[in-house]
């Protein structure tokens, strides 16, 4: 089955000459964030010192630190791999690059990495049930993601896999806008808010406003296609039915 030209076009925003040069270059200021996020984590765990860690490490939990680490690693090649599979000119010139990417994204990425935050959520000082419940979400949401991104993408419903795994990337994206979140929050803590209310916002802010904003943009994105589709079906339509007065015009011209 063909698809029609707006809807090629809106499926691919990338590709459209007339956007501004931001809406293009959307990828540089992101890749530049996640660099950014990646140094600043790498930065208490480079050193494989459990003294720099930025975890409770409770010294009748010897293994929570090489838990923690390896989360890390594998955390690193889910961030890293899902810039380039969000990146539409990445996606089009290299399409087999793209399935080889994703494969790295889900299997040497997502999966360990989540499996591993399931060991350490139990291992979770949380001062509330509620931030430990944001943690428990998302890690469920992302496996959920994920996994039914991956499923669409091998039945080729393309449509269901770009949804579910953008979805996937905004949660992944946690570990920079919880951070992002952190730094900015942390002037107000604690004279304005308290620790309970600084860290449910930070468990559940940083992903939340990445899932909505996502979801508001796919949503965005179906109802312009939906629109163009109706243009184009109505440009393209037969007019109305010739009315008798006029066929008998006709006739006698
Ligand atoms: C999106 C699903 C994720 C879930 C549910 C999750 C869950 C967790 C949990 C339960 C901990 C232990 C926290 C503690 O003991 O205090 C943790 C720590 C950590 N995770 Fe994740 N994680 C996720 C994704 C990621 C990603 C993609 C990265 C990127 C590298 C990452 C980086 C870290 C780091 C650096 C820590 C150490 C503590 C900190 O600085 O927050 N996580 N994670």
Redesign the pocket.
């Known amino acids: 089955m063909s698809i029609g030209a707006p809807r090629a076009r809106l499926m691919s925003p990338g590709r459209r000459a007339g956007a501004s040069w931001w809406r293009r270059a959307w990828i540089a200021p992101l890749a530049a964030l996640v660099v950014a996020?990646?140094v600043y984590?790498w930065a208490?765990?480079i050193t494989f010192d459990p003294r720099t860690?930025?975890?409770?490490l409770p010294a009748d939990q010897p293994l929570?630190y090489p838990v923690?680490l390896a989360?890390?690693v594998f955390?690193?090649v889910?961030?890293t791999t899902v810039v380039l599979q969000v990146w539409p000119w990445f996606r089009r010139r290299h399409p087999q690059a793209h399935r080889w990417a994703g494969w790295l994204y889900v299997v040497g990425?997502v999966a360990p990495?989540?499996a591993l935050?399931?060991v350490?959520?139990p291992?979770?000082?949380a001062p509330t049930w509620f931030a430990l419940a944001s943690?428990?979400t998302?890690?469920v949401l992302?496996v959920a993601t994920t996994a039914l991104g991956v499923v669409a993408g091998r039945r080729r419903n393309y449509i269901a896999h770009r949804w579910f795994m953008l979805s996937s990337f905004a949660?992944?994206m946690?570990?920079v806008s919880?951070?992002l979140v952190k730094v900015v929050l942390t002037p107000l803590y604690p004279d304005v808010i308290g620790a309970t209310t600084f860290l449910l916002i930070v468990g559940w802010g940083g992903?939340l406003l990445n899932l909505v904003g996502v979801q508001l943009w796919l949503l965005r994105g179906a109802w312009r296609l939906r629109r163009a589709d109706r243009r184009s079906a109505a440009a393209t339509a037969p007019g109305p039915a010739p009315t008798p007065a006029a066929r008998t015009t006709a006739g006698s011209a």
């Open positions: 996020a990646l984590i208490y765990y860690a930025t975890v409770d929570k923690v989360h890390i955390g690193t889910a961030m990425g990495s989540a935050a399931a350490l959520l291992t979770l000082a943690r428990v998302l890690e992302w949660l992944t946690d570990a919880s951070r992903w």
